[in-house]
């Protein structure tokens, strides 16, 4: 399994957080909200989404999402590490600046 971290800032933003913050894991920019709008957590008209958090199998299957409209409210990470676990296969690293992924199958 691997982190990604989807983000509505601009691939600059992003990649000047990557280096002042020491992120090692992908960060990608949806700055049209198209992978907000794929994973249900934007509401139109809004100006951020909702934050999320999706493990994704190696076949693209979803096998865990939790959204919330109130951004305090996190997920257990116990639940998130178990479903992680689930779905052990390595995969690449995503290019620095890139746009965000689509949504594979639900």
Avoid: C, W
């Avoid at 198209?34 to 999706?54: I, L, M, Q, W």
């Avoid at 997920?75 to 600046?97: F, H, N, W, Y």
């Amino acid at each position: 399994a691997r982190v990604i971290a989807i983000s509505p800032e601009s691939p600059n933003v992003l990649d000047e957080t990557r280096t002042s913050a020491g992120i090692e894991f992908g960060l990608y920019s949806d700055e049209d909200f198209d992978a907000a709008r794929g994973f249900k957590v934007y509401t139109e008209g809004s100006k951020v989404p909702h934050p999320g958090t999706f493990v994704i199998d190696t076949d693209g299957t979803i096998i865990f999402a939790e959204a919330h409209t109130d951004y305090r409210k996190r997920p257990d990470l116990g639940k998130v590490r178990e479903s992680m676990q689930a779905d052990a296969t390595p995969a690449p690293a995503p290019a620095p600046g890139t746009s965000a992924p689509a949504p594979a199958g639900r």
